[in-house]
Protein backbone atom coordinates (compact mmCIF):
# COMPACT_ATOMS: atom_id res chain seq x y z
CA UNK A 1 0.00 0.00 0.00
CA UNK A 2 1.27 3.47 -0.91
CA UNK A 3 1.82 5.62 2.28
CA UNK A 4 1.44 9.11 0.62
CA UNK A 5 0.59 9.15 -3.05
CA UNK A 6 0.62 12.15 -5.40
CA UNK A 7 -0.69 12.31 -8.64
CA UNK A 8 0.00 13.03 -11.14
CA UNK A 9 3.70 11.87 -11.48
CA UNK A 10 4.38 14.05 -14.71
CA UNK A 11 2.58 17.37 -15.70
CA UNK A 12 3.65 18.57 -18.68
CA UNK A 13 1.51 22.12 -19.71
CA UNK A 14 1.78 25.81 -20.82
CA UNK A 15 2.54 29.41 -19.34
CA UNK A 16 -0.73 31.05 -18.07
CA UNK A 17 -2.92 27.73 -17.42
CA UNK A 18 -3.93 26.45 -13.94
CA UNK A 19 -2.95 22.98 -12.50
CA UNK A 20 -3.35 21.02 -9.82
CA UNK A 21 -1.62 18.16 -7.93
CA UNK A 22 -3.42 15.88 -5.65
CA UNK A 23 -1.76 14.11 -2.22
CA UNK A 24 -3.11 11.53 0.36
CA UNK A 25 -1.63 9.55 3.01
CA UNK A 26 -3.38 6.55 4.63
CA UNK A 27 -0.63 6.33 7.37
CA UNK A 28 -3.39 8.35 10.09
CA UNK A 29 -0.28 11.41 10.09
CA UNK A 30 -1.58 14.50 11.41
CA UNK A 31 0.35 17.26 9.65
CA UNK A 32 1.34 17.21 5.43
CA UNK A 33 3.79 19.83 3.55
CA UNK A 34 4.26 20.76 0.22
CA UNK A 35 7.90 21.05 -1.13
CA UNK A 36 9.08 22.67 -4.12
CA UNK A 37 12.59 21.29 -5.44
CA UNK A 38 14.41 23.12 -7.80
CA UNK A 39 16.63 21.99 -10.75
CA UNK A 40 20.03 22.41 -8.15
CA UNK A 41 17.97 19.87 -5.96
CA UNK A 42 17.21 22.16 -3.23
CA UNK A 43 14.11 21.21 -1.11
CA UNK A 44 11.87 24.34 0.08
CA UNK A 45 8.94 24.37 2.13
CA UNK A 46 5.77 25.84 0.88
CA UNK A 47 3.05 24.94 2.74
CA UNK A 48 2.26 22.32 6.47
CA UNK A 49 -1.29 21.86 7.80
CA UNK A 50 -2.24 19.68 10.70
CA UNK A 51 -5.49 18.62 11.05
CA UNK A 52 -6.55 20.97 7.96
CA UNK A 53 -5.42 23.71 9.55
CA UNK A 54 -2.48 25.94 7.89
CA UNK A 55 0.14 26.07 10.02
CA UNK A 56 3.23 27.02 7.94
CA UNK A 57 3.15 29.24 5.07
CA UNK A 58 6.53 30.30 3.66
CA UNK A 59 6.91 33.00 0.88
CA UNK A 60 5.40 31.66 -2.07
CA UNK A 61 3.34 33.63 -4.60
CA UNK A 62 -0.35 33.67 -3.97
CA UNK A 63 -0.59 31.69 -7.19
CA UNK A 64 -0.30 28.82 -4.96
CA UNK A 65 -3.24 27.68 -2.90
CA UNK A 66 -3.27 24.55 -0.70
CA UNK A 67 -6.25 22.89 -0.49
CA UNK A 68 -7.01 20.56 2.91
CA UNK A 69 -10.30 18.62 2.33
CA UNK A 70 -9.74 16.60 5.34
CA UNK A 71 -6.55 15.64 7.16
CA UNK A 72 -5.78 12.40 4.99
CA UNK A 73 -5.63 14.94 1.73
CA UNK A 74 -3.71 17.97 0.97
CA UNK A 75 -3.65 19.50 -2.91
CA UNK A 76 -1.74 21.99 -4.39
CA UNK A 77 -3.77 24.24 -6.85
CA UNK A 78 -1.56 26.88 -8.65
CA UNK A 79 -2.97 29.50 -10.77
CA UNK A 80 -1.13 31.18 -13.81
CA UNK A 81 1.84 29.14 -13.86
CA UNK A 82 5.16 30.66 -15.34
CA UNK A 83 8.49 29.33 -16.36
CA UNK A 84 9.69 29.30 -12.70
CA UNK A 85 7.53 27.12 -11.51
CA UNK A 86 9.34 24.44 -13.24
CA UNK A 87 10.36 22.13 -10.29
CA UNK A 88 9.61 18.93 -8.89
CA UNK A 89 7.11 19.42 -6.09
CA UNK A 90 6.70 16.77 -3.27
CA UNK A 91 4.02 16.08 -0.69
CA UNK A 92 4.92 14.69 2.66
CA UNK A 93 3.48 13.68 5.95
CA UNK A 94 4.62 13.48 10.03
CA UNK A 95 3.19 12.44 12.97
CA UNK A 96 3.52 14.86 15.80
CA UNK A 97 6.04 13.54 17.95
CA UNK A 98 9.41 13.42 16.56
CA UNK A 99 8.99 11.02 13.64
CA UNK A 100 10.36 11.44 9.88
CA UNK A 101 8.66 12.95 7.25
CA UNK A 102 7.23 9.92 4.88
CA UNK A 103 7.17 11.73 1.28
CA UNK A 104 5.26 11.08 -1.88
CA UNK A 105 6.97 9.92 -5.06
CA UNK A 106 7.33 13.97 -6.55
CA UNK A 107 5.41 15.55 -9.31
CA UNK A 108 8.13 17.07 -12.14
CA UNK A 109 5.88 19.84 -13.37
CA UNK A 110 7.26 21.56 -16.80
CA UNK A 111 5.89 24.56 -18.21
CA UNK A 112 6.00 25.00 -21.58
CA UNK B 1 15.96 30.94 12.56
CA UNK B 2 17.20 26.75 12.68
CA UNK B 3 19.56 26.61 9.25
CA UNK B 4 21.22 23.15 8.24
CA UNK B 5 24.57 22.78 6.05
CA UNK B 6 25.73 20.68 3.98
CA UNK B 7 29.33 21.73 3.02
CA UNK B 8 29.76 19.09 0.81
CA UNK B 9 27.99 19.85 -2.57
CA UNK B 10 29.45 16.45 -4.02
CA UNK B 11 31.15 13.55 -2.79
CA UNK B 12 33.07 10.30 -3.92
CA UNK B 13 33.79 6.98 -2.79
CA UNK B 14 35.44 3.60 -4.31
CA UNK B 15 32.90 0.44 -3.66
CA UNK B 16 33.37 -1.22 -0.60
CA UNK B 17 35.18 2.19 0.83
CA UNK B 18 33.87 4.17 3.67
CA UNK B 19 32.55 7.74 2.99
CA UNK B 20 31.02 10.42 5.55
CA UNK B 21 29.07 13.22 4.83
CA UNK B 22 28.85 16.11 6.63
CA UNK B 23 25.83 18.38 8.46
CA UNK B 24 25.93 20.96 10.77
CA UNK B 25 22.96 23.00 12.04
CA UNK B 26 22.35 25.92 14.04
CA UNK B 27 19.81 25.75 16.72
CA UNK B 28 19.00 27.10 20.29
CA UNK B 29 16.55 23.86 21.26
CA UNK B 30 17.40 21.20 23.12
CA UNK B 31 15.23 18.98 21.82
CA UNK B 32 14.82 18.15 18.64
CA UNK B 33 15.78 15.75 15.51
CA UNK B 34 17.60 14.83 13.30
CA UNK B 35 17.19 12.73 9.96
CA UNK B 36 19.50 11.79 6.85
CA UNK B 37 17.22 11.05 3.83
CA UNK B 38 18.54 9.47 0.59
CA UNK B 39 17.11 10.41 -2.99
CA UNK B 40 18.58 7.93 -5.50
CA UNK B 41 17.99 8.95 -9.49
CA UNK B 42 14.63 7.57 -9.14
CA UNK B 43 13.81 11.28 -7.02
CA UNK B 44 12.04 8.81 -3.95
CA UNK B 45 12.72 10.76 -0.95
CA UNK B 46 13.89 7.60 1.28
CA UNK B 47 14.69 7.58 4.97
CA UNK B 48 18.27 6.53 5.59
CA UNK B 49 18.25 7.18 9.52
CA UNK B 50 16.74 9.02 12.64
CA UNK B 51 18.75 10.62 15.81
CA UNK B 52 17.12 12.10 18.90
CA UNK B 53 19.10 14.76 20.50
CA UNK B 54 18.36 13.80 23.47
CA UNK B 55 19.92 10.53 23.07
CA UNK B 56 23.59 10.38 23.55
CA UNK B 57 23.94 7.32 21.72
CA UNK B 58 24.97 7.14 17.63
CA UNK B 59 22.21 5.92 15.70
CA UNK B 60 23.00 3.03 13.52
CA UNK B 61 21.17 1.24 10.35
CA UNK B 62 23.75 -1.30 9.22
CA UNK B 63 25.78 -0.34 7.02
CA UNK B 64 24.88 3.64 8.07
CA UNK B 65 26.14 5.32 11.10
CA UNK B 66 25.82 8.98 12.74
CA UNK B 67 28.09 10.98 14.69
CA UNK B 68 26.43 13.35 16.87
CA UNK B 69 28.06 15.87 18.52
CA UNK B 70 25.60 17.79 19.99
CA UNK B 71 27.79 20.73 21.89
CA UNK B 72 29.43 21.20 18.51
CA UNK B 73 26.09 20.68 16.35
CA UNK B 74 27.60 18.10 13.75
CA UNK B 75 25.55 15.05 12.50
CA UNK B 76 28.01 13.29 9.91
CA UNK B 77 26.76 10.10 8.39
CA UNK B 78 28.77 7.29 8.01
CA UNK B 79 28.01 4.93 4.94
CA UNK B 80 30.69 1.80 5.15
CA UNK B 81 31.02 -0.69 2.51
CA UNK B 82 29.71 1.59 0.07
CA UNK B 83 27.72 -0.16 -2.49
CA UNK B 84 27.01 0.75 -6.16
CA UNK B 85 23.25 1.27 -4.87
CA UNK B 86 24.24 3.90 -2.90
CA UNK B 87 24.72 6.72 -5.04
CA UNK B 88 22.29 9.30 -4.90
CA UNK B 89 21.75 12.98 -2.82
CA UNK B 90 21.73 13.05 0.56
CA UNK B 91 19.84 15.27 2.65
CA UNK B 92 20.42 16.02 6.64
CA UNK B 93 17.30 17.64 7.93
CA UNK B 94 16.02 19.13 11.47
CA UNK B 95 13.38 18.75 13.10
CA UNK B 96 11.65 20.62 15.69
CA UNK B 97 7.85 20.31 16.58
CA UNK B 98 6.01 20.38 12.89
CA UNK B 99 8.68 22.13 11.46
CA UNK B 100 11.62 20.25 9.12
CA UNK B 101 14.64 22.15 7.82
CA UNK B 102 16.91 20.33 5.27
CA UNK B 103 20.45 20.84 4.02
CA UNK B 104 20.66 21.22 0.17
CA UNK B 105 22.33 17.84 -0.34
CA UNK B 106 25.25 15.99 -1.13
CA UNK B 107 25.42 14.01 -4.22
CA UNK B 108 27.27 11.22 -3.73
CA UNK B 109 29.10 9.06 -6.38
CA UNK B 110 30.34 5.32 -6.06
CA UNK B 111 33.04 4.12 -7.80
CA UNK B 112 33.48 1.10 -9.15
Known sequence: ?112 | AQTVTQSQPEMSVQEAETVTLSCTYDTSESDYYLFWYKQPPSRQMILVIRQEAYKQQNATENRFSVNFQKAAKSFSLKISDSQLGDAAMYFCAYRRLNQFYFGTGTSLTVIP
Open chain 1, 1 to 112: DTAVSQTPKYLVTQMGNDKSIKCEQNLGHDTMYWYKQDSKKFLKIMFSYNNKELIINETVPNRFSPKSPDKAHLNLHINSLELGDSAVYFCASSQDTGQPQHFGDGTRLSIL
